[in-house]
């Protein structure tokens, strides 16, 4: 479906409940996230960059806005940060989910996931 549209929708991805070594969520809450949604959106209409990683592009932390709320700088950074050991873990989880749609699921989503496999490694 998205090879034929011609401007196909971006897709994004967060991970709201990071936790630090305490095991306290570092994200101050669900009534912060329009930071993260004003990023998005940002993004879209490209008036902010972000950084390349293996799993995609991710905000550098001068492009959250972090008025008003009292957290680390570190530990914002560690938010943005991209596991590649916790990815490995990610990827088996998301194997194990493709596989449960047998040959019904569409081998483009296969090809993604590979491609992602190998720049996770």
Do not use: C
């Not at 930071?35 to 490209?46: A, F, P, S, T, Y």
């Amino acid at each position: 479906m998205g090879r034929k549209m011609k401007n196909p929708p971006k897709i994004f991805t967060v991970n709201w409940f990071r936790t630090d070594e305490n095991g306290k969520f570092i994200w101050p809450g669900f009534g912060e996230n329009i930071r993260v949604l004003k990023w998005i959106i940002e993004r879209v209409n490209n008036k902010v960059s972000g950084r390349e990683t293996p799993i995609g592009i991710v905000p550098h932390l001068k492009d959250i806005e972090t008025t008003g709320i009292e957290v680390q700088k570190e530990k914002l950074e560690s938010i943005l940060n991209v596991d590649i050991k916790e990815w490995k873990e990610e990827l088996e989880d998301i194997k194990k989910f493709f596989e449960s749609f047998g040959k019904r699921f569409p081998q483009q989503l296969w090809q993604e996931y590979e491609k992602l496999n190998r720049q996770a490694l």
